[in-house]
């Protein structure tokens, strides 16, 4: 099966950096849609970022300019650098992968059976 394992998360003050990386196993990433979604409890699931495997990138307004996903096929990894962090970017983060279909920008919740996989989720904390 299809496995994400996502690192990096954690603490951070405002203004600062963290970088979010997700490993797939059992996929090549060129094969799918890789993404980056982020859930506050109580709140929808946002579809932060994604990258499709021609390359192409998605930003949610509230990150634009400020976070960037990239890709090494080579390590079967995804980043999200995530520069100029605010508070309100408080919040899991969760990796995931979609086949023949396209990421939703807004879900009840993460994560969601009918992708092809996620990641167990990392907590960021922006303090100000």
């Known amino acids: 099966a299809v496995q994400l394992v996502e690192s990096g998360g954690g603490s951070v003050q405002a203004d600062g950096s963290l970088r979010l990386s997700c490993t797939a196993s059992?996929?090549?990433?060129?094969?799918?849609?890789m993404g980056w979604y982020r859930q506050v409890p109580g709140n929808e699931c946002e579809l932060v970022s994604s990258i499709s495997g021609d390359g192409s990138s998605y930003y949610s307004e509230s990150v634009k300019g400020r976070f960037t996903i990239s890709q090494d096929n080579a390590k079967k990894t995804v980043y999200l650098q995530m520069n100029n962090l605010k508070p309100e970017d408080t919040a899991v983060y969760y990796c995931?992968?979609?086949?023949?279909?396209?990421?939703?920008?807004?879900?009840?919740?993460?994560?969601?059976?009918?992708?092809?996989?996620w990641g167990q989720g990392t907590q960021v904390t922006v303090s100000s």
């Open positions: 995931a992968a979609v086949l023949l279909m396209s990421f939703y920008k807004k879900l009840d919740t993460c994560p969601q059976s009918n992708f092809a996989a």
């Open positions: 059992h996929i090549t990433l060129n094969d799918v849609d």
